[in-house]
């Protein structure tokens, strides 16, 4: 019934008046993907430059974000100080030669990672807390002498506060008492216990770093040493940006940093009260008045970090017409908050996502023992939405396999991951800078997927990127359209005893984010089908009722309806904002009332004005749900699923049949970014919960778009959607007169044209080390097992398969599948381009090229550069040789392939042309 419905409803539609076509949205440099782009020892000159940018532009890269590092061991000579005037020239040629290409140049704000470099000064530099006890008996002098013990921190650590506390706890502050030589000059009417606080230093220096940006980490809770900091910039840039469109923070990666020198008195102005009088209880580890102490004391790091670095270091690009972006993860601080103050917030990701696409390789062997979470993510891509960012960046593909033995097809799920996450701007982590004369494979950098010319995949790396393109000029169109805010409480993870300055890392979510109720809500609704931001206690301050949808501010995205998750402690100041949204016409959905207020000072008058707040509201009760109605808006208090279905606030029914999507809003209609991840082919009616005059499929690997058959039933379009295991569309639900030539769904004609046991010829047309003798072969079989010549087995590169077939009675379309592919292809048919194979399933669509009677196809396969790297340490060749950590595994041991085993490369299996109707 459904599907006679839509013929009608679409046939009715043809006949309607004239159409504008339907197009995917004009290629911007931000649109296209970007790359980081490691200068290794800034050893860069304006000939290879130029040629590297010509290499990335020709396969679709739109930028590149330049970091230098350490160099290469032989080519010393050709260092370049950082930020010196060569250095500058270098950067002034870049930039130009960039902008004649039409592509786009972020730069770090230091070399390697984290922040740092050679001018930060001892005093500037990350700084830790250090406390010393003593025993000081009644009457006598303390014998020993207030200094800090440890040789290494003698001439750096200073003395922040000296406090005794007797057997009642009370504290007295002895401070003033130590003399110039540190001895206490003090005699105590009672036995006390002396509590020394000392600002030490971390002395953690930049990891990786390129010649002249060696030097300590900044302390990032110092507005004077993050202002510091930019000085050397200052001198470097003046007040120009010199044509570089952003500048870029890597994740924050300081260890034991957890102190800064003035951090007593900050910590009293914004907690009101002196945390000294309670060093006894904030160094133990043990008890609630502990936590209660140590959340304030995070807190107070976290607003130290987002007001003396984030908005320092954005204040300072801002300045010079640029924009700022950062990586926030992994810092003390409310991540929400931190991306929220850089322009354009930037994630991670982090090793290999396991994904039942059907053919998809993934060797454990080749892993990291990680397990992503792209919930993560979210953090930046809400921080993104709520304030009206256009981009949320992404650091993508790092470790995602071992050394050269990623391919594209093994991305596109990754990438489509972080899409589904709320990303649009994804860079390459990454690629490496190499001049001509460097040795095959050239210059490279640990941790990265190669995206190198000297790649023997580099030939069809424009397929992903041409995939990525239009997906993100979709992503970074319009709005988001995601419909529950829900309040993150970070409190809950501040409030612990252990610990001091909690990073919140990627690598410890098992511990800071899956235990909470906030994340088995947010897991459970978007399984449902429900689209959600994240919101901070920072963002409902700041958020108003805009038509009844929660905005954070008035550019950021809308939503529905504020969901706060059962929670242990909340602040008075959150509870009072979210009552106020109420008030002012939000809807609110509270699973259950927090019962405590953080932190220390005066928790017991909190958590009375909370029950005080929480019983001037009148609820009446329905389907064991409290309801209230406040003001202009609506309270729901009770089981999320429930309070859901009784706002009629319904998810999109596709989750349940497996698929994943994200979604945005454009004046033209409703975009849906669909994603088939499953092992299973899928082709059944779906509903999606928008309204539409026209609905439109666009396929983000090819670039087509065809108009589909739809049924409209209110605000929800019910429609047939074939997505193959891997596959992805975007679906368009569009509210404007738009044509396309109608969508064919797949069904085949006949019996399929098998290549299987067809005369092949192989020839290798490029690559290395050499390229083996042309291969003749009746059958298909990859090029490693021909075992009669070795060269096969060492060769990366490219090899053609060439063969002819008959085709009679020519069907209206063909679908060309190659059942195993080693790595990706070039198809040319009958001497015409038909386009390239490099993701699951491996298959194309070539009726069009196809002619009645005899057919020639050559399928121009590039391996992994693995076989050559393999022959390469088999046979001793030196090719990893850099300074600092050269080149290491995935488990960053020692890197050596001579013992791996030859991989696969070509065709393997039946290559079959399937009739279409």
């Known amino acids: 019934m459904l599907k006679k419905t839509i013929v009608a409803c679409y046939v009715m539609a043809l006949t309607t008046h004239a159409s504008a076509q339907t197009n995917w949205p004009v290629v911007t440099q931000q649109s296209k993907p970007w790359t980081r782009w490691w200068w290794m020892g800034s050893a860069v000159d304006e000939k290879n430059l130029n040629t590297s940018l010509q290499q990335y532009n020709q396969v679709g890269l739109g930028g590149v974000e330049i970091v230098p590092i350490y160099g290469a061991k032989g080519f010393e000579e050709r260092y370049i100080k950082y930020l010196s005037p060569q250095w500058m020239k270098m950067l002034d040629y870049t930039v130009q030669q960039s902008n004649a290409l039409n592509m786009g140049v972020y730069i770090s704000v230091g070399t390697g990672w984290p922040v740092g470099g050679s001018h930060v000064t001892v005093q500037d530099a990350a700084s830790k807390l250090i406390v010393q006890q003593y025993e000081l008996k009644a009457g006598t002098p303390l014998a020993q002498s207030i200094a800090f013990t440890d040789a290494k921190q003698k001439s750096s650590a200073v003395l922040s506060a000296l406090m005794g506390f ?187 996502s396991y994904f039942p696409i059907r053919g998809l390789r993934r060797d454990s062997a080749d892993i990291r023992n990680v397990d992503p979470d792209p919930n993560m993510l979210k953090f930046a891509s809400s921080a993104a939405h709520a304030y009206g960012k256009r981009l949320t960046s992404c650091e993508t593909f790092t470790w995602l396999s071992e050394h050269f033995k990623t391919s594209w097809s093994q991305c596109k799920p990754e990438v489509d991951q972080v899409f589904l996450s709320g990303i649009n701007h994804v860079f390459y982590h990454g690629t490496t800078y190499s001049p001509s004369d460097a040795k095959w494979p050239g210059w490279l950098f640990y941790a990265s997927v190669n995206f190198v010319p000297n790649n023997s995949l580099w030939p069809h790396l424009k397929g992903l990127n041409e995939y990525i393109t239009r997906c993100q000029s979709i992503l970074q169109a319009g709005e988001p359209d995601n419909e529950i805010l829900i309040y993150w409480p970070v409190y809950d993870a501040w409030h612990n005893a252990k610990g001091m300055d909690m990073p919140l890392k990627v690598h410890d979510i098992d511990h800071w984010l899956h235990p909470t109720r906030f994340y088995k809500d947010l897991t459970s609704l978007q399984n449902a089908g429900y689209s959600l931001d994240f919101a901070s206690d920072k963002m409902l301050e700041q958020a108003h009722p805009q038509n009844g949808d929660v905005r954070i501010v008035s550019k950021g995205a809308p939503h529905k309806v504020l969901l706060v998750p059962a929670c242990d402690k909340m602040p008075v100041a959150t509870l009072k904002n979210i009552l106020r949204l109420a008030n002012e016409g939000a809807t609110v959905i509270i699973e259950q009332f927090p019962q405590d207020v953080p932190g220390y000072n005066e928790p017991e008058k909190g958590k009375q004005e909370l029950k005080a707040l929480i019983a001037g509201i009148s609820f009446t009760t329905k389907d064991q749900l409290q309801i209230a109605t406040t003001g202009k808006g609506k309270i729901v208090v009770g089981d999320v699923n429930a309070a859901l279905n009784y706002l009629d606030l319904r998810p999109e029914p596709i989750a349940k049949q497996g698929l994943k999507f994200i979604r945005r809003k454009k004046m033209d209609g409703t975009y849906y970014f669909i994603v088939n991840n499953t092992a299973n082919d899928f082709d059944e009616s779906v509903v999606l919960r928008n309204s539409a005059s026209t609905v439109f499929r666009m396929d983000p690997l090819n670039g087509e778009i065809n108009s589909l058959l739809h049924h409209q039933q209110g605000n929800v379009t019910a429609l047939r959607l074939q997505l193959k295991s891997g596959e992805t569309t975007v679906i368009k639900l569009s509210n404007a007169k738009e044509t396309a030539i109608p969508y064919r769904y797949m069904q085949p004609a006949g019996e399929a044209i098998s290549l299987q046991n067809n005369n092949w010829e192989i020839q290798f047309t490029e690559g290395g080390p050499q390229r083996p003798a042309t291969k003749k072969t009746t059958g298909i079989k990859p090029w490693t097992a021909f075992t009669d010549d070795s060269t096969t087995h060492s060769f990366s590169g490219t090899g053609v398969y060439t063969t002819s077939f008959t085709v009679k009675n020519k069907a209206n379309d063909y679908l060309l599948q190659l059942d195993k592919l080693y790595e990706s292809a070039r198809v040319i048919i009958n001497g015409k381009d038909a386009g390239l194979i490099w993701s699951l399933p491996y298959e194309l669509k070539v009726g069009k090229y196809l002619k009645e009677g005899n057919n020639t196809i050559r399928i121009e396969v590039c391996n992994l550069m693995v076989n050559r790297i393999r022959n390469m340490d088999r046979n001793g060749e030196v090719w990893r040789n850099y300074h600092e950590i050269n080149f290491v595994n995935i488990n960053y041991k020692n890197f050596d392939a001579a013992n791996w085993k030859v991989q696969p490369a070509g065709l393997d299996g039946d290559v079959k042309l399937v009739p279409l109707k």
């Open 166 to 352: 007797n057997s009642k706890g009370e504290a007295i502050d002895l401070t003033g008492k130590v003399d110039g030589n540190g001895n206490l000059q003090y005699n105590a009417p009672s036995d006390l216990k002396l509590y020394a606080v000392f600002t030490g230093k971390t002395k953690q220096a930049v990891k990786r770093a390129a010649p002249g940006g060696e030097g300590f980490t900044i302390d990032h809770f110092s507005k004077e040493a993050t202002a510091n900091y930019f000085k050397i910039f200052d001198t470097a840039f003046g007040n120009s940006s010199h044509g570089v469109k952003a500048f870029f923070n890597d994740s924050y990666e300081v260890y034991n940093a957890d102190w800064t020198p003035d951090f007593f008195t900050e910590f009293k102005k914004r907690r009101g009260y002196d945390l000294r009088n309670y060093l006894n209880l904030f160094i133990s580890d043990s008890n609630d008045a502990t936590a209660r102490l140590k959340s304030d004391y995070r807190e107070t790091l976290a607003d130290l970090m987002r007001e003396n670095f984030s908005t320092v270091f954005t204040q300072w690009t801002n300045k010079r017409n640029t924009l700022s972006v950062n990586q926030a993860h992994g810092s003390p601080g409310n991540l929400l908050d931190l991306y929220g103050a850089f322009d354009i917030p930037e994630t991670e990701t982090f090793g290999s």
